[in-house]
């Protein structure tokens, strides 16, 4: 079992920035891939980023690219989303996720095992 939680959302202007966290417990973490979803107001989960089990290979949506950064810190358990010049479209909660591929970066959510609980980001306009 790998417990994931999130934290570091909040509420942000267009063009600001913000960094998730997703601190792991349980199995040792640096064993999975990690990636990170999302769900706006009316909409399904969708795909934001990947990372590999060493940090050594990242995937992002085309809508995040260039703007959001993924990073892990195998020592300290934690995950990373690194989000830059936000838009109001980027309002979602956010998910961060295990998967046991450790070399998988997967964009289908059912790929993932383990969850956290999500983290609320709201940017204004």
């Known amino acids: 079992q790998v417990q994931l939680v999130e934290s570091g959302g909040g509420l942000v202007q267009a063009g600001g920035s913000l960094r998730l966290s997703c601190a792991a417990s349980g199995r040792t973490f640096s064993r999975y891939a990690m990636g990170w979803f999302r769900r706006a107001p009316g909409k399904e989960r969708e795909f934001v980023a990947a990372?590999?089990?060493?940090?050594?290979?990242?995937y992002f949506a085309d809508s995040v690219k260039g703007r959001f950064t993924i990073s892990r810190d195998n020592g300290e358990n934690t995950g990373y989303l690194q989000m830059n010049s936000l838009k109001p479209e980027d309002t979602a909660v956010y998910y961060c996720?295990?998967?046991?591929?450790?070399?998988?970066?997967?964009?289908?959510?059912?790929?993932?095992?383990?969850w956290g609980q999500g983290t609320q980001v709201t940017v204004s306009s």
């Open positions: 996720a295990a998967d046991m591929n450790p070399i998988g970066l997967s964009t289908i959510l059912y790929d993932y095992e383990y």
């Open positions: 990372i590999s089990w060493s940090g050594g290979r990242t």
